[in-house]
């Protein structure tokens, strides 16, 4: 009995929702693109006019855009081994035989994970405000000058990636706990036995078990920090002096600050390209290695 037919009015649902509220809408936004569309058609369509590859050239010659790409990347580069440490720690710690009361750690360093990024944006912008700020109060205490975390061009990246690192690394630290649990007691029971210490253990064992348990923690995290906007926004709005201004943030700007909604669509492909070919090239180096 050919169940084909069942088999397509089930899933009929699913693709008529993704059609409407994911494929429509990418096509739309990438026809967008392609077109001077602003706030003078958005008042009268006919004056959108059909630009093709306008606006990415346009794009590709404002020295923003490059500042926000290299923004964006010292972001990952510089925020996504931090956060994969910081969570790879915490579930070696909280998967120690040692550790006490692991429900309640593993709730409380999840908990930044489900807290709205606004609202926790703007408590750590009064923890790093330059006159009352607790970060400065501590500094103060060690004999040491205030830093303006937030106003200083040098000083707001770093501020905004350590927001990051904590009010994300619970995620990840979620999966490795997972993995490492999934690690036969075995191998570490054996490699006792042989006399190998625990440095040599976590080279040798946890590190190759967790594989492909990293392979998937870092596509996941560069793909969540290219996508950095709401940090900025409510923490610098992109300053100082630019300082913090993201690709998505630029885009945010040009869509509606600017309402020019052609050259906003451009910037979210461009953001795509780069990212589906930064996840390609992770995945490729993630095979290099591995048995056949």
């Known amino acids: 009995m050919n169940n084909q037919p069942?088999?397509?009015?089930?899933?009929?649902?699913a693709f008529i929702v993704l059609g409407l509220f994911f494929a429509l809408p990418v096509v739309a936004a990438l026809v967008l693109s392609l077109t001077d569309y602003d706030l003078y058609a958005l008042a009268d369509l006919h004056n959108l006019r059909f630009i093709a590859l306008g606006n990415y050239w346009e794009l590709l010659h404002r020295p923003l855009f490059w500042s926000a790409l290299g923004h964006t990347f010292y972001f990952v580069i510089v925020g996504v081994p931090l956060s994969i440490a910081a969570s790879l720690g915490a579930a070696l710690l909280l998967n120690s035989p040692?550790?006490?009361?692991?429900?309640?750690?593993?709730?409380?360093?999840?908990?930044?994970?489900?807290?709205?990024?606004v609202a926790t944006a703007v408590i750590w912008r009064y923890l790093f405000n330059t006159k009352y700020g607790w970060a400065n109060y501590v500094l103060h205490g060690l004999?040491?000058?205030?830093?303006?975390?937030?106003?200083?061009?040098?000083?707001?990246?770093?501020?905004?990636?350590?927001?990051?690192?904590?009010?994300?690394f619970g995620y990840n630290m979620i999966i490795f706990l997972a993995g490492l649990q999934a690690i036969p007691?075995?191998?570490?029971?054996?490699?006792?036995?042989?006399?190998?210490?625990?440095p040599r253990q976590f080279r040798h064992i946890t590190l190759p078990m967790l594989r492909p348990t990293m392979t998937m923690v870092g596509i996941l995290t560069v793909a969540g920090y290219f996508q950095l906007f709401a940090e900025p926004y409510v923490m610098t709005e992109g300053g100082p002096l630019q300082s913090t201004t993201s690709v998505l943030?630029?885009?945010?700007?040009?869509?509606?600050?600017?309402?020019?909604?052609?050259?906003?669509s451009a910037v979210a492909f461009l953001?795509?390209?780069?990212?589906?070919?930064?996840?390609?090239?992770?995945?490729?180096?993630?095979?290099r290695g591995e048995p056949a």
């Open 6 to 13: 069942v088999a397509w009015v089930f899933l009929a649902p």
């Open 143 to 168: 004999g040491l000058h205030p830093v303006d975390w937030l106003g200083d061009p040098h000083w707001a990246m770093p501020t905004i990636i350590l927001f990051a690192v904590w009010k994300n």
């Open 185 to 198: 007691a075995d191998l570490y029971e054996a490699a006792r036995i042989d006399g190998a210490s625990l």
């Open 249 to 264: 943030y630029l885009m945010y700007e040009e869509g509606f600050k600017w309402w020019n909604l052609g050259s906003a």
């Open 98 to 117: 040692l550790a006490r009361a692991k429900g309640f750690f593993r709730t409380a360093l999840f908990a930044p994970v489900v807290t709205t990024v």
């Open 271 to 287: 953001l795509f390209a780069i990212m589906f070919v930064v996840t390609a090239v992770l995945l490729r180096l993630s095979r």
